[in-house]
């Protein structure tokens, strides 16, 4: 009996370890909200961003750009730049563990892709909206 | 000495002097490495320099084949990596903090075409004119020579490869800087170009 409640809870550790350490947030996105906030945002919409995702802005070039343009509508599959052809890894957490893993590259990548998506900077409660509704998939 | 001993003998000395420069050739072909007789004694070897940057493939082939270094001289690398180029590179903005910069600046410079011994990065160096300093690869007159017979349904016009630049669309080796025409298989079309 006794045996068998330990090969249970060892059962319990080994499932439960992985599965916690893949659904909490990555530090690197809990300490970015904490930034965000300090700049003043308030309540991150990821509703809000997976809109925002797919909506398109009219470039320089005439052309629509969205998200989805280069990351394409599945996040779980991999993206094409528009420009080189180069493959883009997937964005889903789910199937790439080493997304929002890097504060520094999370906030690089932000700056390169929100100007040439929407021509301009994304505010800090926006990039949260983002980075909640991306952590999850 | 009779005629038979003086044959075996010529055939011991002849012997002698087709065995020197065999092994000789034998041992310079082991210290090369795998790359051949001919490669070792004339300092020359096919495709490109294999070389390799952890922060030049991260920051740079995010976006684009991380192309090597030897596809390009040094005058087109300096111009590239030149401090105000990267916020305009063919219209994107890449700019790179001042050490990352430097670094990869000199990584292109260090294995740029120029003093290279590998075959393409010679045929490379030796189509650009002088006065020339190309950015982009696809307009090295080598490399646009080599691909000139390609139609728009194979390269621009395919989803899968859009661009002339995204060399490992087609180059099954890219990534080992190998470009030899039995790695070649473009999406669609297979080996048919």
Redesign the interface.
């Given at each position: 009996m006794r045996h068998r409640l330990r090969t249970t809870l060892v059962l319990i550790f080994l499932v439960a370890v992985p599965a916690t350490a893949l659904c909490a947030d990555p530090a690197a996105v809990t300490e970015l909200l904490d930034t965000y906030r300090k700049a003043g945002a308030t309540d991150f919409d990821a509703a809000w961003a997976k809109d925002a995702w797919t909506k398109e802005f009219k470039a320089d070039d005439g052309k629509m750009r969205s998200c989805i343009t280069c990351h394409g509508s599945d996040l779980k599959k991999s993206g094409q730049h528009a420009k080189t052809g180069k493959v883009i890894d997937p964005m889903a957490r789910s199937v790439n563990p080493e997304r929002y893993t890097d504060t520094a590259k999370i906030e690089k990548w932000f700056k390169r892709n929100c100007e040439w998506a929407w021509g301009r900077l994304c505010t800090p409660q926006e990039k949260g909206s983002f980075l909640r509704f991306l952590k999850d998939t | 000495m009779d005629g038979g001993a003086m044959r075996r003998r010529a055939l011991r000395i002849g012997l002698f002097f087709l065995a020197l420069p065999l092994t000789g050739l034998t041992a310079i072909a082991w210290a090369d490495d795998g790359g051949g007789v001919f490669e070792a004694l004339f300092g020359r070897h096919k495709e490109v320099a294999p070389v390799h940057s952890d922060t030049y493939e991260e920051e740079c082939g995010?976006?684009?084949?991380a192309y090597p270094p030897g596809l390009l001289p040094r005058r087109s690398w300096a111009r590239l990596m030149a401090p105000d180029a990267l916020s305009d590179h063919?219209?994107?903005?890449?700019a790179l903090d001042e050490p990352t910069r430097r670094e990869i600046a000199a990584f292109l410079d260090a294995h740029a075409a120029d003093d290279s011994g590998y075959k393409r990065s010679i045929k490379v160096r030796r189509s650009i004119p002088k006065d020339e300093a190309p950015l982009r690869i696809t307009e090295v007159p080598y490399i646009r020579r080599k691909h000139a017979d390609l139609d728009a349904a194979r390269i621009q016009d395919n989803p899968?490869?859009?661009?002339l630049?995204?060399c490992e669309?087609c180059h099954r080796k890219a990534a080992d800087a190998v470009y030899d025409d039995d790695t070649v298989s473009i999406p669609g079309f297979g080996r048919d170009w």
């Open positions: - | 995010a976006c684009h084949f063919f219209g994107d903005d890449a899968k490869v859009k661009s630049a995204n669309a």
